[in-house]
């Protein structure tokens, strides 16, 4: 331990992904542990699916007479060069001190801090291949929207990066449009972080140096969670050794908080995780009534008891441990939901496919290039998951999209279907 | 009392205003009043200011071989001829069973149950031309916006016209844009009816008629209100005799609800009185960062910010009166702040200034033909209490709102303003 720290480690930060919300938070993170060194280490890792690319014609770094933008090189080799992520997010100056890294298992190498930042469809896959490479009291967040839901019940993704790699993983998630934080214009967002007692009682103070903690508690923690079917699942939790700054929400803050990126860190990630999910049904809703263009009371009608049917989802599933005031009071809930509505693809396409009376898996194949929207498939999935339960007219906003989408029954029938 | 019905009387409706929000409430009212002939008299009287007002050229109602055609006509008597408030509410279709009534005094005749809908302004002189020509018992409902704010204390409408009036009066507010309600848009609002005990306990079941009250109670109840200062109003109020049908929520929702306008009653008179106040100050933040084109993640954050400080206002100032559920899942709350900041005037002249690099006070000038913004006034008269109370540092975003109108600080200064 030098003199210039108080703490004998400091964190390694690894953020595993770098597509466009990636490399976004990658950047702000970075820009923050260039900027307290007394408790991260300086290079922040990004872990990047190597791919070839090539500089496109149009960027300012591209100059025929340089070899590499002569033909595909690797996508990391680019980043590394020009600190900027030429495919996934242009135009955007990455700090110095943020390290493109092809590897999997060596961009986590010694890192107690791990950022999950992916397409869900490869958590499975991404964790198998971290299993044995990661700190073993490593602490995660994941910053990817959404929940799974299936008839058996909703799992979190932040739970599921956490008992597969026997870690404790907390929840970003907010009204965050990434292009637009690239850019440093203000937003804010919310952090889950929740993890049990064990790291929150390790900290004593050491004399001389008040916020680092001097007691290394042995204790391997059983975290335990009941999942929305009531199965528990226990993950076997390292705590983190006292040498490191300890993790709390004030940690998470430096990490994350920038004067134009506010961050509000509170305990309920499952509500955090379900506001993702949810307000991509919500969303599809407004796109119908704004393609019936019933003007703007209709639509915040129809956002309001949208919110009020995610409250009851959480409250319901979840219990406890859910809080409503994490759907109407947090960047992760209403104002998530506000973005989705005013301009999501979820709500973009629903509008079109009233506007040009089709139905929106026709819209998807028209305007989105083979990608699926993630609204119709949460409807879906929550309402196969609702039916089971027997539990589809409590929604009746969540089942009257469902409908729709089938072509069970029309837009101007909302009104009738969610009247109390 | 006959068979046909168990009430010994049924309840006469008036609604005091006719402009274009008063004379779509009274379409809704007299809608409803005729469906419901058990529990009211057939004609509703809708007060109107009496004004000379000629038919436009472009109604449909327009023909020059009618004398109603030729020059100006009193707009009671078109109202009542044509059944369009040809200059308020054009090209709607007003029911046959309203009234218009140019005689303030004739038109609240017998009438048990008044409904507010003029310009806040008008309140003081109506309630003194009012008075001792109500029926003592009479229940009002105020659908004027807003609250009134000095630096003593913040008053609601809805209580003036109680204390003028020595009756109960409720609150209706929502994300209500009139127009969009007059052609039967669907719409949703909230209603406050929290009378003291009196009413509730009056209901004694009669025989054979469940709902029917039997017990006249000959009690005058002090209904006691504790402002924002602390300072107790009393008022004496009457109480409903048991010949009428009782007035409760249900009864609120009987008299407002329809299959397009969807009701939902709860006691928070202030909570829905305060936010229909404080949302035109969010909605020049939000206009504010849209002039700026900050994007989506900036105008929702703004939003949510602003719905947290309406909630601190409220629980503040009201305490336990003020539920904070009444700004986070109602109509009047977080839904009206959506319409406002989606495209009311406040939000548009406020984007307008920044764009033009004038102060909204000229927008004002340019835009809105000599009316003033409700939201500037807002800003100012809550500033105005927040100083005196010390308090300012506790809103920082309604304080940034005053500092800009001013000149004080610029739109760029907001997220560190408001950064916490």
Known sequence: MTQLSPYAKKHKVTVVGSGNWGSSISKMVAENVAANPDVFEPIVEMWVYEENVEVPKTSKHYDPSSPLCN????????INHYHENVKYLPDITLPNNLHANPSLQESVKDSSILIFNL???FIQGICQQLKGHILPYARGISCIKGVHVTDEGVSLFSETIGRELGIYCGALSGANIASEIAKGLYAETTIAYDPPHMDSKAPTPKSGSPSASAVNIPTIVHFEHKDSSGNFSKVKLQPLPAEYPVVDHAFMKLLFHRPYFHVRVIHDVAGVSLGGALKNVVALAAGFVDGKAWGDNAKAAIMRVGLLE?????????????????????????????????????HRCAKLSVERGIPVEEVEKQELNGQM???????KEVNSFLKKKGLEDEFPLFTAVYRILLGEVTVEDIPSLIER
Chains 1, 2 share one sequence.
């Open 310 to 346: 995610m409250v009851k989802f959480g409250t319901m599933f979840f219990g406890a441990s859910v809080n409503s005031q994490t759907f109407t009071e947090e960047s992760c809930g209403v104002a998530d939901l506000i973005t989705s509505c005013n301009g999501g693809r979820n």
């Open 119 to 121: 397409p869900h469809q």
């Open 373 to 379: 929207l993630q609204g119709t498939l949460a409807a």
């Open 71 to 78: 033909g595909p090189q690797n996508l990391t080799e680019l």
